[in-house]
């Protein structure tokens, strides 16, 4: 089942931001198509999509309309197919390894040397171990072929 598109509308050519989160939807569908995923997502997101072709209310509420479908999508494919956006896990894990890694080792450090305000010496530490776990994620997504050909911009 091919997936329905979003409509051409006055205000994309009007509102720049609301021009570029329709070609990132535009995109993203397109990325989705290439997937070969069950008939029930596909009329799952035709739903989503038929809900924003729809929509009547004025130039904010579509931008934000915009940006909730997009999410709810990626949010779909995420949790019921494991289907990923690029940079998906490195985002995910910088801000797990800074929290997770780099304020402990800060706090582990400072203490040590008996200056807290060394705490910040861990964070690029927790960032660089998290960068590091996030793109062995998505390469193992990548070769299991779980990422869609698609970057949030």
Known sequence: MPLTL???RSSFEENPKIAKAAQNLDALLRAIDQKSI???HDQQI???MAGLNAFSGSDSELLKA???GQATMLKLLKKELKIVPQSHYQ???LVLGMSAFG??????FGAVMGNMALLGIGLPVGISIGITIGIGMD??????GRQLDWKSS
Not at 103 to 108: I, K, N, Q, S
Not at 139 to 144: I, M
């Open 103 to 108: 304020m402990p080792l800060g706090v582990a």
């Open 46 to 48: 035709n739903e989503i």
């Open 38 to 40: 069950p008939e029930s």
């Open 6 to 8: 979003l409509t051409s």
């Open 66 to 68: 915009l940006m909730t």
């Open 91 to 93: 985002a995910l894990w």
């Open 139 to 144: 390469t193992k997504a990548k070769n299991e």
